[in-house]
């Protein structure tokens, strides 16, 4: 058949939107411009909508978020700290990357309220089981009397201890390339050691999550007393360079890179 044309969409569409991306790019860049306004769902929590009404139509048209889910989200926003959910598009992703590869074993680093934690448990086997990292115990109580609700409480296995012992004791006790698939979302200056662990305890062919890769842009010019983006930043350039996964970097949230064991 005839080849399609470069431009299918209207030209003014494309050159219009073209120009809004490199507007937004240069003005970033520059310094000189404010990004886009950052619109949030009312009361909407982990989803927060980066360049307003496109963003909305994307979650109208995408997202199935589970009742009680929806219900910690909620909570999650009323919370203090409420903007360190992951976003729910995201965790979406996870549910349906955690379903595609038939996982049973998750790891997940940096519980907070247990929205991801729940998303995850959800979908998992009934043999299945998450275990849940996270050293603050009080975040996590929003939590987990709707794990319980949901009826996934027992595929929980919350490990409230420095993510790194939970991770030593792990591999020390023979679970070396057993799970499936790991979520990365606690503190950045141990982003690399993290990955690394998980890298072992994950089997081949199994994914590792790792959220705030763009950290709200800081990366682009890491400040060198700014030790959390200087830790993004390199396990980024590392990430690029590592052999042992395949990567793909996605712009959805604060940034999420999945790097597929090989």
């Given at each position: 058949?005839?080849?399609?044309?470069?431009?299918?969409?209207?030209?003014?569409?494309?050159?219009?939107?073209?120009?809004?991306?490199?507007?937004?790019?240069?003005?970033?860049?520059?310094?000189?411009?404010?990004?886009?306004?950052?619109y949030t769902l009312m009361?909407?929590?982990?989803?927060?909508?980066?360049?307003?009404?496109?963003?909305?139509?994307?979650?109208?048209?995408?997202?199935?978020?589970?009742?009680?889910?929806?219900?910690?989200?909620?909570?999650?926003?009323?919370?203090?700290?409420?903007?360190?959910?992951?976003?729910?598009?995201?965790?979406?992703?996870?549910?349906?990357?955690?379903?595609?590869?038939?996982?049973?074993?998750?790891?997940?680093?940096?519980?907070?309220?247990?929205?991801?934690?729940?998303?995850?448990?959800?979908?998992?086997?009934?043999?299945?089981?998450?275990?849940?990292?996270?050293?603050?115990?009080?975040?996590?109580?929003?939590?987990?009397?709707?794990?319980?609700?949901?009826?996934?409480?027992?595929?929980?296995?919350?490990?409230?201890?420095?993510?790194?012992?939970?991770?030593?004791?792990?591999?020390?006790?023979?679970?070396?390339?057993?799970?499936?698939?790991?979520?990365?979302?606690?503190?950045?200056?141990?982003?690399?050691?993290?990955?690394?662990?998980?890298?072992?305890?994950?089997?081949?062919?199994g994914i590792i999550a790792?959220?705030?890769?763009?950290?709200?842009?800081?990366?682009?010019?890491?400040?060198?007393?700014?030790?959390?983006?200087?830790?993004?930043?390199?396990?980024?350039?590392?990430?690029?360079?590592?052999?042992?996964?395949?990567?793909?970097?996605?712009?959805?949230?604060?940034?999420?890179?999945?790097?597929?064991?090989?």
């Open positions: 058949g005839p080849e399609m044309p470069l431009f299918s969409v209207p030209k003014e569409v494309a050159v219009g939107t073209a120009m809004l991306g490199v507007a937004f790019a240069t003005g970033m860049l520059a310094g000189k411009r404010r990004p886009p306004p950052t009361g909407a929590g982990g989803c927060t909508l980066p360049f307003g009404p496109l963003w909305q139509y994307i979650l109208d048209h995408s997202l199935r978020e589970h009742p009680i889910l929806k219900k910690l989200r909620l909570l999650t926003a009323d919370h203090p700290w409420g903007k360190m959910m992951v976003s729910c598009d995201q965790a979406q992703l996870m549910a349906n990357l955690v379903k595609l590869i038939k996982a049973k074993k998750v790891i997940e680093i940096g519980v907070f309220t247990g929205y991801n934690t729940l998303n995850m448990a959800l979908v998992l086997p009934d043999n299945g089981r998450v275990i849940a990292c996270d050293i603050n115990e009080d975040y996590v109580k929003i939590g987990k009397p709707l794990w319980k609700e949901a009826g996934v409480e027992h595929k929980i296995d919350l490990r409230i201890k420095p993510a790194i012992q939970t991770l030593d004791e792990l591999l020390a006790s023979g679970e070396a390339e057993t799970f499936d698939f790991a979520f990365i979302d606690a503190d950045k200056e141990s982003c690399n050691e993290y990955y690394e662990k998980c890298l072992r305890l994950i089997k081949k062919g790792i959220d705030n890769v763009l950290w709200s842009g800081r990366v682009l010019k890491p400040r060198k007393d700014d030790l959390a983006t200087q830790s993004i930043h390199h396990l980024n350039e590392k990430l690029l360079r590592d052999t042992r996964v395949n990567i793909s970097m996605l712009p959805m949230g604060d940034g999420v890179t999945l790097a597929f064991k090989l």
